[in-house]
């Protein structure tokens, strides 16, 4: 499961004030500090899984494609984790070879590109998403993550220095940033040109999937 994911997901969840992932975020990286803790990874488990479904849930709820496909895999890669394999000494074990390498696709094998490392659909998801947003720390993190995951993440240990060093940059900028949502929209009504075209024309602007559902909120008040 990508644990850099949580770290986004989590920083969401703060921005936009959201107690549910914000709670399940929170537990999912706290099991992070022993991940040989089965406690603490029975939490996390179940954390990890909250906050898919709720990502899947939202996502479907935009109308926003690319966040339904993010959410899509990550589901499907948490399925694939809590259903296929078990946890061995911080590792996770997959009982299939077809598992393993759904496992490999979708968040990469762990290791650096130079040793042959392979780069995961979700990471780079999670790379294009902190492109798209603008959000300079979720860039290094995932650019890094991509390059080498053993810089901010070990299998057994987890979080290194650095890990722990961007994660927590990231929920204090998501604390501290006074700036606008990550998903914001504003919609208007317009009408045509000339003083007989009464014709209403919405049209709306913002980041994310905010236009889209802003837009759709006051086209159903239009249409009625």
Excluded: C
């Amino acid at each position: 499961m990508n644990v850099l994911m949580d770290v986004a997901t989590f920083v969401r969840a703060i921005e936009q004030g959201k107690p549910l992932p914000i709670l399940a975020g929170g537990m999912r990286l706290i099991s992070q500090l022993d991940p040989n803790n089965t406690s603490l990874s029975a939490v996390g488990t179940a954390a990890a899984g909250a906050l898919s479904f709720y990502n899947l849930y939202n996502a479907f709820s935009s109308g926003n494609a690319f966040a339904k496909l993010n959410a899509t895999l990550a589901t499907i890669s948490y399925a694939n984790a809590t259903l296929n394999a078990t946890r061995q000494g911080g590792t996770l074990v997959f009982g299939s070879a077809g598992a393993a390498e759904l496992n490999s696709f979708l968040n990469g094998n762990g290791q650096p590109l130079a040793s042959g490392g392979t780069v995961g659909v979700l990471p780079a998801l999670g790379l294009i998403s902190s492109i798209k947003a603008k959000d300079p720390i979720g860039i290094v993190q995932g650019a890094v993550g991509i390059i080498d995951p053993s810089l901010l993440f070990k299998t057994g240990t987890g979080f290194t220095p650095l890990g722990w060093v961007l994660a927590a940059a990231s929920v204090l900028r998501a604390i501290f940033d006074d700036g606008p949502p990550d998903a914001w929209g504003v919609a208007k009504v317009t009408y045509g040109e000339g003083f007989t075209n009464y014709d209403p024309q919405v049209h709306a602007t913002g980041e994310n999937f905010g236009p889209d559902r802003v837009r759709a909120q006051l086209q159903s008040i239009v249409d009625t």
